[in-house]
């Protein structure tokens, strides 16, 4: 197939999928409550790799830290759609206290390349980091999650070219007397750092 033709296919693919920028974090397209939508919007940042030639995106990161507040207004959302039910948040919530809590994103990948979306097994392409203060700690666990109806909620970045990852790090950032972390995310095509308030 000629390149050209390549090039013009994957424009098009790109411009139908609804990658949001964090600048769409900031708009309308949330379409939930205020109270969580603000919350989301404060605990979520991404991270874009383009190719050179001809600046289609690579892939893009986003990520949603999973503070107590976060928790909290995502419970809350949880327990008004679906009176009914428990909420799975509720389950994640602890004390700030607790030592054994540990520090926990969910990430959502788009990747153009079938490589890059391999992130947990032998296949792996990806080290993803968290810089808290001077220290660096890997992860404990990285979750490939099965995305539905539940995640394209609480998650509003998110559409079906999205692969969904739990990742949690051994460490209650709490702890730390630091304002802010570092999620730090490398590949063969680049690393990306993305600063998020510990509070």
Do not use: C
């Amino acid at each position: 197939m000629p390149k050209i033709l390549i090039t013009i296919l994957t424009a098009i693919m790109l411009i139908s999928v609804p990658v949001w920028s964090q600048a769409d974090l900031n708009s309308s397209v949330l379409s939930l409550t205020s109270p969580y939508k603000k919350t989301v919007k404060k605990y979520t940042k991404e991270n874009s790799h383009y190719t050179i030639g001809d600046l289609t995106i690579s892939y893009k990161w986003y990520a949603t830290y999973h503070s107590p507040t976060l928790l909290a207004a995502a419970d809350k959302l949880m327990k008004k759609r679906y009176p009914e039910g428990p909420s799975p948040y509720a389950a994640h919530e602890k004390s700030e206290m607790d030592p054994e809590r540990k520090t926990e994103f969910f990430l959502g990948l788009y990747a153009l390349e079938p490589g890059l979306r391999e992130v947990v097994g032998d296949k792996n392409l990806w080290e993803i980091n968290l810089k808290v203060g001077d220290e660096v700690f890997d992860t404990l666990s990285v979750e490939k999650v099965d995305l539905n109806p539940f995640y394209y909620t609480f998650y509003p970045y998110l559409t079906k070219w999205f692969e969904g990852f739990r990742v949690v790090f051994p460490t209650n950032v709490l702890d730390s007397d630091q304002k802010e972390m570092t999620l730090i995310i490398s590949s063969v095509r680049g690393t990306g750092r993305m600063e998020f308030p510990i509070r």
